[in-house]
T-cell receptor, first 115, second 113 residues
């Protein structure tokens, strides 16, 4: 079964540093997402991306965050100046369609620890 | 605001016991409902989903869920759990014309051999 792959699986970074989390969505998918899960809390939607632009974002996704599809395969999440509260598991996801009810496929997640 | 609640945070069962995990959502309009599972060290995988039609949906690995619109519920069931069902289970909803999922807080299931 095709998979969403994410790198790195775990990253430790100093507060204030920039972090880029990378994702390779399923190849024929057109809609891409980032979610995060702070330890012990719910999985939260961050942003959705389609046709090279953000289609929806949550209040969590402030100016510190950005997403990009730099080439035909990668989808990245950048956090410009990390804060302690950015420590979380970040999940990339993709789907073939963007309408509600379409199955969203998730990657294994990238653990980010900000120290 | 729309929300999803999972009543059980941590469930411990013996093998062959029956399982029911509760999920309720708060939204008055049309919803699509999902259960995802995350096995230790693995990604979130879709167990089953409900879009329309028969409110009793069957998923992978012997799981099923029933959508009860009047109760805003979508409980997950399995008649006989196995040790390999040990995982975290997430109920999720999406609304309207969006791919965004709203998740419950998750339920950790531990099955004792």
């Amino acid at each position: 079964e095709p998979e969403v792959t994410q790198t790195p699986s775990h990253q430790v970074t100093q507060m204030g540093q920039e972090v880029i989390l990378r994702c390779v969505p399923i190849s024929n998918h057109l809609y891409f997402y980032w979610y995060r899960q702070i330890l012990g809390q719910k999985v939260e939607f961050l942003v959705s991306f389609y046709n090279n632009e953000i289609s929806e974002k949550s209040e969590i996704f402030d100016d510190q965050f950005s997403v990009e599809r730099p080439d035909g395969s990668n989808f990245t999440l950048k956090i410009r100046s990390t804060k302690l509260e950015d420590s979380a598991m970040y999940f990339c996801a993709s789907s073939s369609q963007g309408y509600s009810g379409n199955t969203i496929y998730f990657g294994e997640g990238s653990w980010l620890t900000v120290v | 605001a729309q929300s999803v609640s999972q009543h059980n945070h941590h469930v411990i069962l013996s093998e062959a016991a029956s399982l029911e995990l509760g999920c309720n959502y708060s939204y008055g309009g049309t919803v699509n409902l999902f259960w995802y599972v995350q096995y230790p060290g693995q990604h979130l995988q879709l167990l089953l989903k409900y879009f329309s039609g028969d409110p009793l949906v069957k998923g992978i690995k012997g799981f099923e869920a029933e959508f009860i619109k009047s109760k805003f519920s979508f409980n997950l069931r399995k008649p006989s759990v196995q040790w390999s069902d040990t995982a975290e289970y997430f109920c999720a909803v999406n609304l309207g014309n969006t791919g965004k999922l709203i998740f419950g807080q998750g339920t950790t299931l531990q099955v004792k051999p």
